[in-house]
Each structure stands twice: as C-alpha cells, then as structure tokens.
C-alpha cells in the first residue's frame, strides 16, 4: 500500500514537472514526436545518449502521463542539481561495478514501473560501449524493447546543462514499434556463449534504434 501510494505521489509530481517544462523545451527544440502510439503499454525505452538534454526532451515527447523511471548512475546523487530527480524518478545504481544489490533494487522499481529507460551507454561520453542491461531487463521482466531516436537538425545539444547552445536544433524524437527479445534474436546461431549472444543482441538493438 505504502509503494502503490508512493508511486502515485510521484506520478503527480512528475506530471505537474512535465506540464510545466514541457512548453519550454518544445519551444526552445521546436520539438515534434513521431510514433507516439507505440507507447500504449508497458515497456522498456531505449535511446542513445549525448547529453543531459536527452533526459528531459524524452519525457516532454512521452508526455506527462506516462511516466518513465529511468536507470541513473549512483554519481547523480552527489549532484545538488540533479539528486532530487533522481530520488524522485530515478534509480540509482554503480554502473561500473553492477552488483546483485542493484539489480535487485532496480529489478523492483523496474517491475512497478509502466515505461522504464535506459541509455545502454550509461553515459554521455563519445564512444562508450552500450551494455547489455536493456535485454537483461526486457527478458527477465518479459516486456518489449521500444526503440527510441533523438534526430537534431544542426548541433547536437552539449553534454552538461550548463552548457547551453548558441542555438538549439530542431529536435525530432522518433519512437519505433516496440520489439521483443526473441525478434531481436531472429536468426542467431543457437550455440553462442551468453555473454556474446547478449553482446550481438545489444548490437542489433544499437542498429534498430539509429534506423529508427
């Protein structure tokens, strides 16, 4: 009783957030949304992830009554800026020593959750690997991977907020056909170790999204 309440706490805020913001990010990005439909259920979105920008432009495209938990990097909670977000909507885990704890941590809230988002590189950084926690959730949680682009006609926003552009791109997110873990992996040799069937499953879920 007490998580369902405190869900729907957070539900309000988190919509109260999003009506409020949401005007001024569509202005600023002069944002529109493609494939909005494909959010009529539970499931996991996936996005690629340059900047800090990305975060608020994915939950202004999904709207204010959907609201998505995200996985966040445990460092944002020494953050003044960003810490009662990600208190609030958030889960925070140790990305560079993933441990049972915080699976389960996040296994809990990502159960509950109706859209939980994940940025597989778990960082902001050029050329970082993506990792392969988005399948992991997706197969244990038995729900779809929704593949979602940030398409920027110019510049792409800097990493950091504090940065701000000189000027903002048109933004464009396009939100593809949720997919399962068991399409993704159409046609995969059925012999393959499970550290390299989750590393090309990753891969084609990196490609579905820049097609996207």
Do not use: Q
């Amino acid at each position: 009783m007490r998580s369902w309440l405190a869900d729907r706490v957070r539900d309000l805020a988190y919509g109260f957030l999003v009506l409020l913001v949401g005007p001024i990010v569509a202005v600023l990005f002069r944002l529109s949304v493609r494939g909005r439909e494909a959010l009529s259920g539970r499931g996991i979105l996936v996005a690629p992830h340059r900047s800090y920008w990305d975060i608020l432009l994915l939950c202004v495209a999904c709207g204010p009554f959907r609201r998505i938990t995200f996985l966040a990097r445990e460092g944002l909670l020494h953050n003044p800026l960003f810490a009662p977000f990600v208190w609030g909507f958030a889960v925070a885990i140790d990305r560079e020593s993933f441990g049972v704890e915080d699976y389960r941590r996040a296994l809990a809230a990502a159960s509950r959750a109706r859209l939980l988002g994940i940025f597989p590189e778990g960082t902001t950084r050029p050329g970082a690997e993506p990792k392969a926690g988005a399948i992991r959730f997706a197969e244990r949680l038995g729900r779809p991977l929704i593949p979602v682009n940030l398409v920027a006609r110019g510049p792409y926003p800097p990493a950091r907020f504090l940065r701000v552009p000189v000027r903002f791109p048109r933004i464009e997110v396009r939100i593809g056909a949720p997919v399962t873990v068991g399409e993704l992996g159409r046609g995969l040799p059925p012999d393959l170790s499970r550290s390299e069937r989750y590393r090309l499953l990753t891969e084609r879920l990196m490609e579905l999204i820049r097609a996207t």
